[in-house]
């Protein structure tokens, strides 16, 4: 289950975005943007590799479990097909987070794994399924790439409890006998810096544990219904999607959509509290000639359109200067209530402060930027910004100093087909 860094954002618009096939929860959170046509979905986090290596026996297909995900498990079958007394799995996973893993026979005696193109301090925590009544020999070692030296041999003792496995720095396990799964937290003790840039181990060489199980049963170890619900978890956030450039920045073009002979007209006009004496046009969103005020709300006054016909489709007020829940409102909104394919048309009222925070990420997944969107306090803001995988030129946002105001942006966006 490959994947794409597109480093510069030149192939699917978002500086960074890791393209994954759309099925794989090992990677996805909330924010990734999908891809029907591709059959794929572009995502921003923190990610890497793990090297596991199983045998005795190594046949046996691994089943990997997000506890973010627990009802999306990813089944890999190994690079080693057919009769094999090894077997090699290679998830790119993501960092920071909680994993299970089952098996679709009997679990591996032996299980060794390496954290690959992990950063210092990285980490992950994997729970292992077993039959009840295993016992295991857990250790720590690291791997010289070259020589095949094994040093700073450790054996791992057990932990009175999970949450020791989790506050600790990977020198621990824990053995749930309840569930049948046995923790281990994979944390990187050294940078993966190595003598060539391109190396996934550090300098010190590979850092692996090994667990070396004896098990009195020939039972098939899937433990998912006893995991969970116990260790599932809420969905979080990974790092916002940073749209590409735009035009004259020295990047590479942005990707432009197909465009079908239709225009919208759109005026937005910002006032933040320090312009709102200022001369010119009232405070409103227009589109065709509609206008859409806040009807004297502090806050966002946003109004969302369909890209393919024109309509409006959203007019929404959050007034994230008096109430904190209205900045995960509208947050929530931008990635999870907004259709693909829309224009999303923001400006300040009065003031956006206090509580603005999670939204500013939000707005910056729709076409927003630094150092324009970090909006002072009163000032003015206005933004054309456009949410469905792509970046479209006409996206633009306009932040003028406080009390240099108000915000204006007047302009014709081409529909899509």
Known sequence: MGSFHDVDGSVTGYVGGHVFYVGNHLAKNPGCVERPDWNAM????????????????????????????????????GLNQGEARKQKHNPVVTVGKSYTVHWDGRAPEEIRIYPAHFNKDNWVRLGFCYPPGTTFYVTYIIKNRVTGVQSNWQRIPAAADLAEVDIGDGFNFYW????????VKVLAHYDHTGEKEYSY???????????????????????MSSAYPKYGLSPSLGLPMMLSQPQGSGAKEPILLEENGAFLDVAIVSRGYTDFDHPGPSAAITVNGVSYTSNGNWGFNVVIVDAHNGSVTAHNIFMTNRDP????????????????????????????KRFAQDSLLALMEVGAEEPGIQIPGKASYALVGFKGGYRPNWISQVAPPKGNGPAVIQTRIPLLY
């Open 176 to 183: 749930d006998d309840s569930t049948g799964l046995l923790f």
């Open 201 to 223: 181990c550090s300098n010190m060489g590979c850092e692996s544990i090994f667990i070396k199980a004896t098990m009195t049963s020939d039972d098939v170890s899937d433990c």
């Open 42 to 77: 572009i995502c921003n986090d923190n990610y890497a590799m793990l090297f596991m290596q199983v045998e005795k026996p190594g046949t046996n297909s691994m089943i990997l479990t997000r506890d973010e995900y627990p009802d999306h498990p990813v089944t890999l079958e």
């Open 325 to 352: 829940a209205q900045d995960a409102a509208f947050a929530n909104f931008l990635r999870n209530d907004v259709p693909k394919n829309s224009i999303v048309l923001v400006s300040v009222f009065g003031s956006h």
